[in-house]
């Protein structure tokens, strides 16, 4: 199994509080990615990184910020949370891109806003 | 920008039975990278097979196989004789060539395989 560990898994908070989740890896992989899991949507890319402090947006970034400051951790940072990001989060890891390769997920840590 | 529709939102199958998940895909790439990934009740999700558009073979890998045609958009995948533990979420996804780092995903089927 790939070492991706995401902390917490289980997270109860209240609307315009911050909230931030953690993504560690043990595999040096480049490139990590954080996803959201919502029902009817399957998972969309909030915003991913290629590399220490290179990081973009994905297809639901608004309200998300991200930050990489060494290869093994991922934050994802919701400033001021609400009811819409009620979700489960995915962190991901690929070594060479979503495209070549697989990409390893983490455990899914579950947010519910308030 | 890529799209993926599943349409099946919820298949249920007795055990043994053949079923097929339809994937759809939309893109302009002529570049692009398919995926069938599958999400079992603990929630993980653990990759099945990558799939690129230059490959059309189709693969076989146990009771598991996939059939892309570029003709029709669609990368569908079937499980020969369901078991039980077939249960799950399963996910189609795309990349391109041209943004490779975001992967788009279908909404899911949930196929429910019951004894």
């Known amino acids: 199994d790939a070492g991706i560990t995401q902390s917490p898994r289980h997270k109860v908070t209240e609307t315009g509080t911050p909230v931030t989740l953690r993504c560690h890896q043990t595999?040096?992989?480049?490139?990590m990615y954080w996803y959201r899991q919502d029902p009817g949507h399957g998972l969309r890319l909030i915003h991913y990184s290629y590399g220490v402090k290179d990081t973009d947006k994905g297809e639901v970034s608004d309200g998300y910020s991200v930050s990489r400051s060494k290869t093994e951790d991922f934050l994802l940072t919701l400033e001021s949370a609400t009811s819409s990001q009620t979700s489960v989060y995915f962190c991901?890891?690929?070594?060479?891109?979503?495209?070549?390769?697989?990409?390893?997920f983490g455990e899914g840590s579950r947010l519910t806003v308030l | 920008a890529q799209k993926v529709t599943q349409a099946q939102t919820e298949i249920s199958v007795v055990e043994k039975e053949d079923v097929t998940l339809d994937c759809v895909y939309e893109t302009r790439d002529t570049t692009y990278y398919l995926f069938w990934y599958k999400q079992p009740p603990s929630g993980e999700l653990v990759f099945l097979i990558r799939?690129?558009?230059?490959?059309?073979q189709n693969e076989i890998s146990g009771r598991y196989s996939w059939n892309f045609q570029k003709s029709t958009s669609s990368f569908n995948f079937t499980i020969t004789a369901s078991q039980v533990v077939d249960s799950a979420v399963y996910f189609c996804?795309?990349?391109?060539?041209?943004?490779?780092?975001?992967?788009?995903f279908g909404a899911g089927t949930r196929l429910t395989v019951k004894p």
């Open positions: 991901a890891i690929s070594e060479s891109g979503a495209n070549t390769g697989e990409l390893f």
């Open positions: 996804a795309l990349s391109e060539n041209y943004n490779n780092n975001d992967m788009r």
């Open positions: 595999e040096n992989h480049r490139y």
């Open positions: 799939r690129n558009s230059f490959d059309e």
